[in-house]
């Protein structure tokens, strides 16, 4: 099955070239784009010593009925494991070798975590897709400009606009299977709706949108070998959000927005093992304002934000046979003011402080935090430079001093270098450091240890980008990354500084080529090489997209992944290396307007050929799966 699943997937990306386009243009630079992640400002991609991926808002527009984790999953160089299994299934994200708590998630430029968590790693599963505007990825160490966690990639997820319009309605309804492979009923499990109120008033602009959904129909573990079917596990979620703004004149505006996210879910008792007690329930109250504020020089920015997030589940207690609660409450505070200064056409200075403070609230059966004593506060000062030669020549260089209540104080340095030989052709090249602070469980929970030192980064990458008129573009980035001081639970008893060096190394490439008129292919890689394998971290993934919107009215996307063999330690099992076999996967997207500007019907295929494979060890992976979705606006 899984070589037949691989030819006819190859099958059909040659012969689709007649009729389909790839989901992403994401990922290849094209000259004067503008991208904010890698200066917090505005600026062109071929000024900056680094790749930052892009996914405009008509990208984003097609991939209608698909969520944040989908998306990302299909850039070169992100695997985020979860993505195949069921909803309610953790979400891991690796970035050139590194874990979940390595990547930093912003929105709209303020960075989100989850301080009641043993490594503060944000769920991306409080969001959701249809109330995102566009996404900018920027791999590798960014602790100068966005301080602790950018180690291996910054995600900034930009929420959507307020519609020009006075008042502007949008309804977005879609239905799906939610099924593994071994079950191809056609059972609508899989529910979504989202509706949107937006418009721009004279200097006032406002959004407020709410989104539901429902899934149900797929157990979170699976064991085949089991007699006894498993329960399936339900997950709900409802995301709400709300943004007022107001336009002072064209060089001051402000801006009010409010998130609140809720989502429940079921989960089994572990690997290969059903559970019908175990559930979870994750809040989120997010609230803050945002200001520019532009001058003859520059621009000054702000943004104070506050966020809450509420973790509760209960598990079942097979020694005792009761159900154990457990309870985690985290708050962040955050404000951030930067100023952009533009001493010449030529030199740029990037300057700001940040003030974070995070508290840690937990009660479980096996000990509690008190967040009058689990909270820090750190007090961050930066400065970048930016110069832009006539010739050709770039280089960003900067550096940032974290000031931390508990473990002191932190240098961390980037300097990133490029050169434009000519229109179509630059290299790239940067050296980062980076540095994850001890959470708040790490330093005062019943194992902690308030003598931590934070995680350090050191990232190295060099690569290039050729275009060549406008029909066919590459890009490709060689990185190599050192982590010192890795955070460690040995003896189950106290934390403590690893004194290994853990390493990874790799090579990143995409190609684009636009093969005719209307139908674009985009070919990825990505080759990964890590010093550890206590993860799912495949050595080569794979992605072949073909995209066309030659049909009036119609875009229709095919992609193919192909995830190569992996090799994982089972610490925490067997205590031995597993082997697990490589998989290929074929989805088609497809969407139509109906009525221009009101009404647009979409379609999605998950794994065409219904490829059975693992993604996590122990747990359920999605087979063929349908969905078709309405979106409508008034």
Not at 99 to 125: A, K
Request: with cysteine; proline share 2%; glycine share 6%.
């Amino acid at each position: 099955m899984k070589k037949n699943s691989f030819y006819l997937g190859i099958l059909c990306l040659l012969f689709a070239q007649n009729t389909v386009k790839a989901q992403e243009k994401n990922s290849i630079e094209q000259l004067n784009e503008v991208v904010v992640t890698a200066t917090k400002f505005a600026i062109r991609k071929e000024q900056v010593g680094k790749l930052v991926y892009q996914i405009s808002p008509e990208e984003i527009n097609n991939f209608k009925g698909q969520t944040i984790v989908d998306v990302l999953n299909t850039i070169a160089g992100i695997e985020i494991n979860g993505t195949n299994s069921a909803a309610g299934k953790n979400k891991s994200m690796y970035v050139r070798g590194g874990r979940n708590r390595q990547v930093l998630v912003l929105i709209d430029g303020v960075p989100v975590s989850d301080p009641s968590g043993v490594t503060t790693t944000y769920d991306l599963r409080l969001l959701t897709l249809s109330q995102v505007e566009s996404i900018e990825v920027m791999k590798g160490a960014s602790s100068t400009l966005y301080g602790s966690g950018a180690a291996t990639a910054v995600i900034n997820i930009k929420l959507k606009k307020s519609s020009k319009k006075s008042i502007s309605v949008n309804y977005q309804v879609s239905l799906g299977t939610n099924n593994s492979e071994d079950n191809s009923d056609i059972n609508l499990n899989d529910a979504n709706q989202n509706i949107a109120l937006t418009g721009t008033v004279n200097k006032f602009n406002y959004l407020a949108s709410f989104n539901a959904t429902n899934t149900n129909g797929l157990s979170e573990a699976s064991d085949k070998d089991s007699s006894v079917k498993f329960e399936s596990d339900k997950f709900t979620a409802t995301n709400s959000f709300i943004r007022f703004g107001y336009e002072f004149s064209h060089k001051l505006n402000v801006q009010l927005f409010s998130n609140f996210d809720k989502n429940k879910y079921d989960y089994d008792a572990g690997a290969f093992a059903d559970s019908d007690i175990n559930n979870g329930e994750n809040e989120q109250l997010r609230f803050g304002v945002s200001s520019n504020f532009i001058y003859a020089k520059g621009s000054l920015a702000l943004v104070a934000s506050y966020n809450k997030i509420d973790r509760t589940f209960d598990s079942f207690n097979s020694w005792t046979n009761t159900v154990d609660g457990y309870k985690y409450k985290g708050v962040t505070y955050d404000v951030d003011l930067v100023n952009n200064y533009k001493l010449s056409d030529q030199i740029q200075f990037i300057t700001g402080i940040n003030y974070q403070q995070q508290k840690n609230n937990t009660n479980t059966p096996y000990g509690n935090i008190s967040d009058a004593i689990a909270k820090y506060d750190i007090v961050d000062p930066y400065v970048s430079v930016v110069y832009n030669t006539s010739f050709g020549f770039n280089i960003t260089a900067g550096t940032r001093l974290n000031n931390h209540s508990e473990y002191g104080n932190h240098w961390v340095y980037n300097i990133n270098p490029s050169y434009n030989f000519s229109d179509n052709f630059r290299i790239i090249s940067s050296y980062s450091t980076a540095f994850i602070a001890p959470s708040a469980y790490q330093l005062f929970s019943q194992y902690g240890n308030v003598d931590l030192e934070p995680e350090e980064n050191n990232t190295v990458e060099a690569g290039f980008v050729f275009s060549q008129d406008k029909q066919f573009e590459i890009n490709s980035v060689f990185f190599y990354r050192e982590e010192d001081n890795a955070i460690i639970l040995p003896d189950y008893v106290t934390y403590v500084n690893s004194e290994e060096t853990l390493n990874a190394k790799g090579v990143e490439t995409e190609v684009q080529i636009d093969i005719l008129k209307d139908f674009t292919f985009r070919l990825g890689h990505t080759y990964t090489h890590k010093s550890s394998d206590l993860d799912y971290i495949p050595k080569n993934k794979f992605t072949a997209l073909l995209e066309t919107n030659s049909i009036k009215n119609t875009y229709l996307s095919l992609l193919f992944k192909n995830i190569s063999k992996r090799t994982y330690f089972d610490q925490w099992g067997t205590g031995s290396t597993i082997n697990l076999d490589a998989y290929n996967l074929v989805d088609f997207n497809a969407n139509h307007t109906l009525i221009k500007d009101k009404l647009t019907v979409f379609v999605n295929v998950t794994n065409i050929f219904n490829e059975d494979y693992v993604e996590t060890i122990g747990y359920t992976t999605k087979g063929r799966n349908f969905k078709v979705g309405l979106d409508f606006t008034f």
